[in-house]
């Protein structure tokens, strides 16, 4: 009886065990002892599968694989909050050989400058970010630019001059979006009107749904979001409103109600800088990609959107592509009025890179 | 706010809450017993993909919700055997149980991204809908709302007045007197389990089928750990359970209304608002002194029959 216990007891005992170090979110080792792989790591801040932020990111991580084949090793961590444990995951993964990581949250900044300093042989990427060392660089993708698009179709096609915009934290990527959008609704739509959520989360797809329906009952037609996961595209189809896409083509959620969406697509990126740490020319540089480089895409246009709009929106994304016309251009003041841009001045890129106001127009205060 | 923001509003709070109120309940009965189980996110996660795997087959409504019911089960029944039978720590095995709930439920329902479960219709309930304000807020929802509150109800009803609850609530307040009076402690330990496990996976069916009509790798995000703070809220209660669940959801509902409505209070605030609120209230309950907060006397001690 009492040996049968014993046995059984262990067994449970592995069981529980297997069962944590299963799902501990870490890779297992997969040191080769000798091999001239390059390891690429990737840390993700949200599950692969979320159909959006994360799910792009990881598509340029099997671009690179597909580019390089076996000359690469790749290895990733999914959903790693922002903050210590960050640290540690960045850490383990230089610790066990990776030659450059890639960190694809803002919040992972901080984290990966001080895991960098630690390990000067390894190269390091942060995406979104702004502070750079000799091995760490940043990349990040002018969202804005497709949010400008975005903004015309939605200023457009609103009935109730009403556009619902749930927003996650207010970290300069997120307020840009916001202002890029504003800026090219009211251009269109003099009448138009922004109401921002701000979830506090990437997320959380029952409040990102809440968010959606009360930005619904309080009369928005169209919704835009910074946020994550498809829920909000989900909440416009069942309600009949339109919604934009976020960083994945989300049609399958909403075959309707999609508009179009910004698509980020980091496989050219992800392929060009990897091939440059394998010839030996990675340097830390400052990447900001838009349309141009094919970092920032849009998915096909719903088909609610109307003939002589898709006309209009191929239009400024052609004359944003070929630099002649940038999102925020002038003139533009601040929302408390005093004055940004003259007329005919466009935003220069240390500024946008620390936005931290909203433009005149848009009612409510930055958290 | 007009009366029709307002109803929609209420509207909002209700379905915010239901998944709460399931998960809480599904945590209360195992507390009664004396069952601490840490496990309830993973089982909502575990039973939020069942249901939509259901639903998405295009099976009706009701069996959606006992497939749901049945995952959970499943689920609280491995943490049964590991915690009555085999006394394994009942703390680092609802641990276990939530991570491997959130591991299972994101390799199997890789599959389901991109899928989308059929919407559920509301049951309107005649007359009483038609009262101004309330009426569409509480009396048009779809049938789990009313599930949720009558669950209460039966739950309340079993443990105080029938004599099947008595001895639950004997084996939660003290497992060696329930034991030799005669009563079988592991026995009503495992149907308190199971019947608690398929409550949390009708909680996160409820995500699934309702709330967010889709499935996407931890999405109860952290709500299976509101449902366990909501218990010790609600000292241990059925009704309370609701009333908190609402204070909870209301909070959060009235928050983003709020921003909508250009009320221009930090997010932060607004986002801390109903943690603070569920702190202050249990500051209040145990202020109230003894009686007031009455955890189970038994709740998370293992029980060993003495050779």
């Known amino acids: ?367 | 706010m007009d009366h029709g923001l307002l109803t929609s509003v209420i509207h909002a709070i209700v379905i915010a809450s239901t998944p709460l109120v399931f998960a809480g309940l599904g945590a209360l009965i195992q507390e009664r017993a004396g069952v601490l189980n840490l496990g309830i996110e993973g089982l909502m996660i575990v039973g939020a993909l069942a249901g939509f795997a259901s639903a998405v087959a295009d099976y009706p409504l009701v069996v959606s919700v006992v497939v749901a019911a049945l995952a959970g089960a499943a689920l609280a029944s491995v943490f049964a055997l590991l915690v009555l039978r085999l006394y394994a720590n009942p703390v680092a095995t609802g641990l276990a149980l939530t991570l491997f709930g959130l591991g299972l439920s994101a390799l199997a329902g890789s599959q389901y991204i991109g899928r989308t479960a059929p919407q559920v219709s509301e049951w309107i309930i005649p007359g009483f809908n038609q009262i101004p304000v309330i009426g569409h807020a509480f009396f048009s929802h779809d049938p789990l709302v009313y599930l949720s509150i009558a669950m209460a109800g039966i739950i309340w009803w079993f443990l105080t007045k029938t004599r099947a609850g008595l001895i639950l609530r004997a084996v939660g307040e003290n497992h060696s007197s329930a034991h030799s009076l005669g009563f079988s402690v592991l026995a009503i330990r495992f149907l308190a389990i199971i019947s608690g496990g398929a409550l949390a996976g009708i909680g996160g069916a409820y995500l699934t089928l309702v709330q967010t009509p889709l499935f996407v790798e931890g999405m109860t995000a952290g709500r299976g750990w509101i449902a366990l703070a909501l218990v010790v809220f609600a000292s241990w209660r059925p009704f309370r359970v609701i009333a908190g669940a609402y204070l909870f959801g209301g909070v959060s509902i009235v928050q983003l209304h709020g921003q909508a409505l250009g009320i221009s209070v930090a997010a932060q605030w607004l986002s801390m608002l109903p943690y603070i609120v569920t702190i202050s209230a249990l500051v209040v309950i145990a202020s109230r002194g003894r009686g007031a907060l009455a955890a189970p006397g038994s709740l998370g001690i293992t029980f060993k029959e003495s050779k």
């Open chain 1, 1 to 367: 009886m009492k040996k049968s216990n014993l046995v059984i007891s262990v067994l449970a005992l592995v069981t529980v065990i297997a069962a944590v170090v299963f799902f501990e979110p870490v890779e297992p080792k997969k040191t080769v002892a000798v091999s001239d792989k390059v390891k690429i790591g990737f840390v993700y801040v949200g599950p692969v599968a979320d159909a959006g932020w994360t799910y792009e990111h990881d598509r340029g991580r099997l671009a690179v694989e597909a580019e390089y084949g076996d000359k690469v090793e790749t290895v990733f961590v999914e959903s790693v909050s922002e903050g210590p444990d960050a640290e540690r995951v960045i850490a383990q993964m230089a610790s066990d050989g990776a030659n450059v990581i890639f960190t694809t949250s803002f919040g992972y900044m901080n984290p990966t400058i001080k895991v960098a300093q630690q390990f000067p042989n390894v190269k390091f990427e942060h995406a979104t970010g702004y502070k750079r060392a000799d091995n760490v660089a940043t990349y990040s993708s002018r969202f804005y630019e497709g949010r400008h698009v975005l903004g015309l179709i939605a200023g457009k096609m609103t009935k109730t001059n009403t556009i619902g915009y749930i927003a996650s934290f207010p970290i300069p990527e997120v307020v840009r979006g916001i202002n890029a959008a504003y800026l090219a609704a009211k251009s269109v739509n003099p009448a138009v009107k922004f109401k921002v959520i701000w979830v506090s989360t990437w997320f959380d797809p029952g409040k990102e749904a809440d968010a959606a329906k009360a930005l619904i009952d309080q009369g928005a037609d169209i919704l835009m979001q910074h946020t994550d996961s498809a829920a909000p595209m989900k909440i416009a189809e069942e309600r009949g409103i339109y919604a934009f896409g976020q960083a994945s083509d989300q049609a399958a959620y909403g075959p309707n109600a999609q508009l179009t969406a910004i698509i980020d697509d980091w496989a050219p990126y992800y392929v060009r800088r990897v091939g440059d740490v394998m010839n030996g020319s990675w340097s830390s540089t400052d990447t900001w990609g838009g349309f141009d480089t094919g970092m920032v895409a849009l998915a096909p246009y719903g088909k609610a959107v109307p003939v002589d709009l898709r006309k209009m929106a191929d239009e400024a994304r052609k004359a944003i592509t070929e630099g002649r016309l940038h999102a925020f251009t002038g003139p533009v003041n601040k929302q408390d009025g005093t004055p940004w841009l003259k007329a005919g001045e466009t935003a220069d890129d240390g500024t946008l890179l620390g936005m931290n106001f909203y433009v005149e127009g848009i009612e409510g205060s930055l958290p």
